[in-house]
């Protein structure tokens, strides 16, 4: 997993909390990070439909989700983030050992079901579930 999950969860609740549009430069502050990093990883979502944008003098992006709906496994999905993957393996398939030859295709298999489990759990958290874990009065 890398850092665009995070990023992302802290703009949508932003977005959601602060209400309106809000540009690249207000979400970076918040996030504590650079306007063009906000933009690539907001881009995804809303490719995903999970924000909007307005461009021009008045630009910016807004939520375009209902936070009780939105489930951290949809913003996974829409960023392509793998949460439990390995890049490098132990073994070669060339080698005579058995063990050397076939460590790989099982760590592999027992990854992608790590994986798996993470996205099940967030399947059933929201961003309104998130929201909570903030301690953030209710909704306007």
């Not at 703009?11 to 990093?37: D, K, M, Y």
């Amino acid at each position: 997993m890398n850092s665009d999950f995070s990023l992302a969860l802290h703009a949508l609740v932003f977005l959601h909390r602060r209400g309106g549009v809000q540009t690249s430069e207000a979400l970076a502050q918040n996030i504590c990070t650079n306007p063009v990093r906000v933009r690539r990883v907001l881009a995804r979502l809303k490719k995903a439909g999970w924000v909007q944008t307005r461009e021009g003098s008045v630009g910016g992006y807004r939520l375009a989700a209902d936070p009780a709906r939105l489930t951290l496994a949809d913003v996974a999905e829409a960023l392509g983030v793998r949460f439990v993957d390995a890049r490098w393996h132990s073994g070669r398939d060339d080698v005579p050992c058995m063990i050397a030859a076939g460590m790989a295709g099982v760590m592999d298999g027992l990854l992608a079901e790590l994986d798996a489990a993470c996205r099940a759990r967030l399947a059933a958290v929201t961003l309104a579930d998130l929201e909570r874990r903030l301690h953030l009065p209710p909704d306007r």
